[in-house]
């Protein structure tokens, strides 16, 4: 979908611009190879984790989705419920598997929640007509050279890689229609891009000396038992990790750079805080010439005008994690920098929904031809 970068936003023609894109949110996918059902079968891989749970969670309430199969290799043979007891209302769901014991002829679409690097060595083992959404980030950096120097290891499926697109809904919505293989941005590329990637686009921010302060809760480090998520170690303070070399800077500056059209190269510091769920990331950006903290603001707003999930707050109010927690919104703002010619942008997601199963499922529905906003409009969860 083309943004609509302007460098003073077009006040007369909101409503027009409303509508048009109503009717990107809504219209069907290109045609494509018929459904074996009526309601879609979908296979959750690697459904032990956070986000397998949230897919499970969100398509719940999805008229065109019956889930057919959950794989967790480890908890292979448990009810869902035994893994996540507040799915016990799930019913409706099989039990775990191995995911060596699946028969894909009978799966319309898949979501794979597995680890970095298990992922592509799966997806290319998978029929060629199934519609894949991938929550790993094994598909998401385009160049598989830069994939070698962050992940540590060669590609294992650079012919996939080719073919995969890169899904931030709000930004490429056309390219994910059509999509056979989705590459689901990661939570905090989601949170920085939104908020940055229409001003590098417009021109109104300078592409240089952009620093991103990332704070996510803990539910975005996975399911895993790690020393460094036990409850002593998180609780009461917080803590930077992965200081300068975080994975998600070269993903989060691939989109920058395509919006500015040169190499943008971001400060990037993520921290962990105690709390189960959320991410917030502000950002610190050198005005162009002549640019307001204001026009900012402007820009975001009719470039976000119409759409479902991402809503910029009027002036002065801050967005708060609280305030999006279980849905698949994101809020942000612009604020002036004491600092002349500086200007501070937040945005505000859950890590689960927006940040990833959520976003996956928006995906999906874009991919599947059903309205975009199916099953995802479920407002955020407060106190």
Request: hydrophobic content about 40%.
């Amino acid at each position: 979908m083309a943004l609509q970068c302007k460098r003073v936003a077009v006040g007369t023609s909101g409503r027009r611009a409303m509508d048009v894109r109503a009717q990107a949110v809504a219209s069907p996918a290109p045609a494509s190879a018929p459904m074996k059902t009526n309601v879609a079968k979908i296979a959750v891989l690697g459904a032990s984790g956070y986000t397998g749970a949230e897919v499970v969670r969100l398509t719940a309430l999805h008229p065109n989705i019956k889930v057919t199969v959950l794989t967790g290799d480890k908890q292979a043979g448990k009810a869902f419920s035994d893994v996540f007891p507040h799915l016990v209302a799930a019913t409706n769901v099989p039990k775990l598997v191995k995911i060596d014991d699946v028969n894909f002829a009978d799966v319309d679409a898949v979501f794979c929640c597995l680890p970095h690097a298990t992922t592509q060595e799966v997806i290319k083992k998978l029929p060629s007509d199934l519609k894949v959404v991938d929550l790993s980030a094994d598909f998401r950096l385009k160049n598989p050279a830069t994939y070698a120097e962050w992940y540590g290891h060669e590609h294992a499926a650079v012919e996939l890689q080719k073919e995969a697109v890169y899904g931030l809904t709000e930004l490429y919505r056309d390219q994910v229609k059509s999509a056979r293989l989705l590459a689901n941005p990661g939570c905090y590329p989601t949170c920085s891009q939104l908020g940055l990637y229409p001003l590098l686009k417009a021109g109104l921010i300078l592409p240089e000396d952009i620093l991103i302060d990332a704070k996510s809760g803990v539910s975005g480090a996975g399911r895993s038992a790690k020393e460094s998520n036990l409850y002593c170690e998180i609780a009461e303070g917080i803590n930077s990790y992965a200081v300068g070399s975080h994975r998600h800077m070269p993903e989060i500056e691939q989109g920058l750079t395509e919006a500015a059209g040169k190499p943008v190269t971001i400060s990037f510091t993520p921290h962990l805080i105690n709390m189960s769920r959320g991410m917030q990331t502000t950002s610190y950006v050198k005005l162009a010439p002549g640019v307001t903290a204001d026009q900012l603001r402007s820009q975001l707003a009719s470039t976000y005008e119409g759409e479902p999930f991402v809503r910029v707050l009027p002036k002065g109010v801050v967005p708060h994690t609280r305030h999006v927690r279980g849905s698949n919104y994101c809020l942000m703002n612009v604020f002036p920098d004491r600092i002349p010619g500086r200007a501070i942008v937040i945005s505000v997601i859950d890590n689960l929904v927006k940040g990833a199963s959520g976003q996956g499922l928006q995906n999906l529905n874009l991919m599947m031809g059903w309205p975009e906003t199916t099953a995802l409009l479920q407002l955020a969860m407060f106190p």
